[in-house]
């Protein structure tokens, strides 16, 4: 599916990862504070809903299971609603995006993540469609109840399991 048409620029000393919401230590790293956290390179396969796949992705970056173990959620936190820079929301259920596979990357096969795919950051979920992976990631809103992100308002499914293909809601 096409992006929203914006290519945000986001500078690296302007770069700040917030995680807030129903979480019991909000953070707000810039991005010295995101490199100290434990780097870590995890390969997955990803799946467009478009139904293009892309395999063997090497994605470098902190493992969200790390980061949101920092954060806290309450036990009242069901969902997550990642917000990138350019306006694009989309949510999923926190069991999902702490995921072992799943990762904020900063890097795709070595190289820093260029700003089309989303550099600095972004979200890669692998076991969801990749339209749940937000690209220039800025906020990371936990939440109680599920609420619609951008394609989730526009027709597309609440989950997005690739496997059962769910595509539309
Ligand atoms: N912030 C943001 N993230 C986004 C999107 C977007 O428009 N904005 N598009 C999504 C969709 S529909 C897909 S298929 C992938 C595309 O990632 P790619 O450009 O690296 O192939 O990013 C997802 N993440
Ligand atoms: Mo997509």
Known sequence: MLDL???????LERFRLDVDGLVRNRLSLDWE????????????????????????NDWTGVRTRELMAR?????EAGHVI????DGYTTNLP????????????THWQGEPLEREHGGPLRAVVPHLYFW??????KRIEVIGTDRAGYWERNGYHMYGDPWSEQRYG
Do not use: E, N
């Open 5 to 11: 048409g914006i290519v945000p620029a986001v500078p």
């Open 33 to 56: 504070a995101l490199q100290a956290l434990r780097q870590t390179t995890l390969r997955s396969d990803i799946h467009c809903v478009t139904s293009w796949s892309r395999y063997d």
């Open 71 to 75: 954060a806290d959620p309450v036990a």
């Open 82 to 85: 990642l917000h990138g820079h």
């Open 94 to 105: 926190i069991a999902d995006f702490v995921t072992a596979d799943s990762i904020l990357a």
């Open 132 to 137: 749940k992976s937000a690209k220039w990631l």
